[in-house]
């Protein structure tokens, strides 16, 4: 197909391909369905598209290095992600006339404003250098905690950190269909979707992959995340290389999910699909009473107590202790401290608090909950 590359709408476009596409028979990486897609690749950039690459496929790569063991326990599986993760960046090389560059992420790097900052800073440079970022969550150090735990919710968050305007999602299927194409041969794709409802979720229902983590209903919260940022959304079927031709010919070979027309401010929208609630602290009537003035939202004696286990610049659930929840809000202090502040709770530790530069809230990062 004879595709005008000179005519992408596309500024920056983020791609996901999961790890059936790389790895099909979880036997190594295989080029049969990679070709398509980085010719895609190529002739975005092109056209003067910025491309991010968020590939997944590490454990699946990895995985025929480890015959013969058991590869139920964790420890195994991130020794796969750490061999195959290799296996996967060489493969994606051997396609590319291009330098590229590889960020292994955690939740933990994305959910910490000045981490985020910073991998936001980093995939600016590299594009401004014409290398192809290529990220994956780094799974050889993700614990639970800290994991973001598909790539399809990794996408989104990446897409939205990189100011993309349109993020790619290849599946095995041809997009959101409203029955599961798998089983019901009445299935009917949806082709756009301008409101991402209780409906739309029903229908992704627990549609999962054979070989990654992801399904269709991680695609769609993944959708939600990016539309509410105004980037355009779609999930494609990556095995098909009509799709990506489709693309770059201007039309929608899947479900096209539509940006929000007033996409949320950049800080408000990592707080509310960014940020994880780590920790809650409960407060006294105070507190809101001095969210528009210039003091500090929460003073040392207004904390009556404080429950799980945060760091400094995690982010928190601020309520009364009648239950009613106030606000989401980074927190400058981590638990540990806080705990001592609560239950302490002197007019000296007041004191010792007040005189640092830094007070307990961001007024910068607060989303308001109502009661
Ligand atoms: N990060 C995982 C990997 O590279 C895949 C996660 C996913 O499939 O969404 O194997």
Not at 218 to 240: C, E, L, P, R
């Amino acid at each position: 197909m004879n595709v005008d590359s000179k005519s992408l709408p596309w500024q920056r476009i983020v791609i996901k391909v999961g790890s059936a596409l790389i790895a099909p028979n979880r036997n190594g990486c295989s080029s049969q369905y990679l070709l398509s897609i980085a010719n895609f690749i190529v002739r975005c950039r092109m056209s003067g598209t910025q491309v991010v690459l968020v590939s997944s496929g590490s454990v699946a790569a990895g995985a025929h290095l480890f015959k013969g063991v058991d590869t139920s326990p964790i420890t195994i599986k991130k020794a796969m992600a750490a061999a195959g993760q290799s296996e996967m960046m060489a493969t994606w090389d051997r396609l590319f006339d291009f330098n590229t560059a590889q960020i292994l992420l955690t939740h933990a790097d994305l959910k910490n404003r000045d981490r985020y900052v910073s991998v936001r800073d980093t995939i600016e440079e590299l594009l401004d250098n014409n290398i192809l970022p290529i990220i994956n969550e780094n799974d050889t150090v993700a614990t639970d905690r800290l994991k973001v735990g598909d790539n399809d919710n990794l996408s989104a968050m990446v897409a939205s950190a990189a100011n993309a305007d349109t993020l790619v999602i290849c599946s095995d299927v041809d997009g959101l269909y409203d029955a599961n194409p798998k089983i019901d041969t009445n299935a009917q794709l949806i082709t756009d979707v301008y409101e991402i409802n209780a409906g739309i979720y029903n229908m992704a229902g627990g549609v999962t992959s054979d070989v990654g983590t992801g399904g269709m209903k991680t695609k769609i919260q993944a959708a939600d995340k990016a539309v509410s940022h105004g980037i355009d959304t779609y999930i494609v079927n990556g095995f098909n290389e009509a799709s990506f031709n489709e693309l770059l010919a201007g039309s929608s070979p899947g479900t096209h999910f539509h940006p929000h027309t007033k996409p949320m401010q950049d800080t408000h929208h990592w707080m509310k699909h960014t940020t994880k609630i780590q920790g809650e602290l409960v407060v006294d009537d105070a507190f809101m009473m001095e969210k528009d003035s210039t003091g500090d939202l929460l003073s040392p004696q207004d904390l009556l107590e404080v429950s799980g286990e945060f760091s400094a610049g995690d982010v928190v659930l601020v309520r009364k202790d009648n239950g009613d929840k106030l606000a989401k809000v980074k927190t400058n202090y981590s638990s540990c401290l806080l705990n001592f502040v609560a239950t302490q709770n002197s007019e000296h530790i007041s004191e010792q608090l007040d005189n640092t530069d830094e007070p307990i809230l961001s007024k910068q990062y607060i989303t308001l909950l109502g009661a």
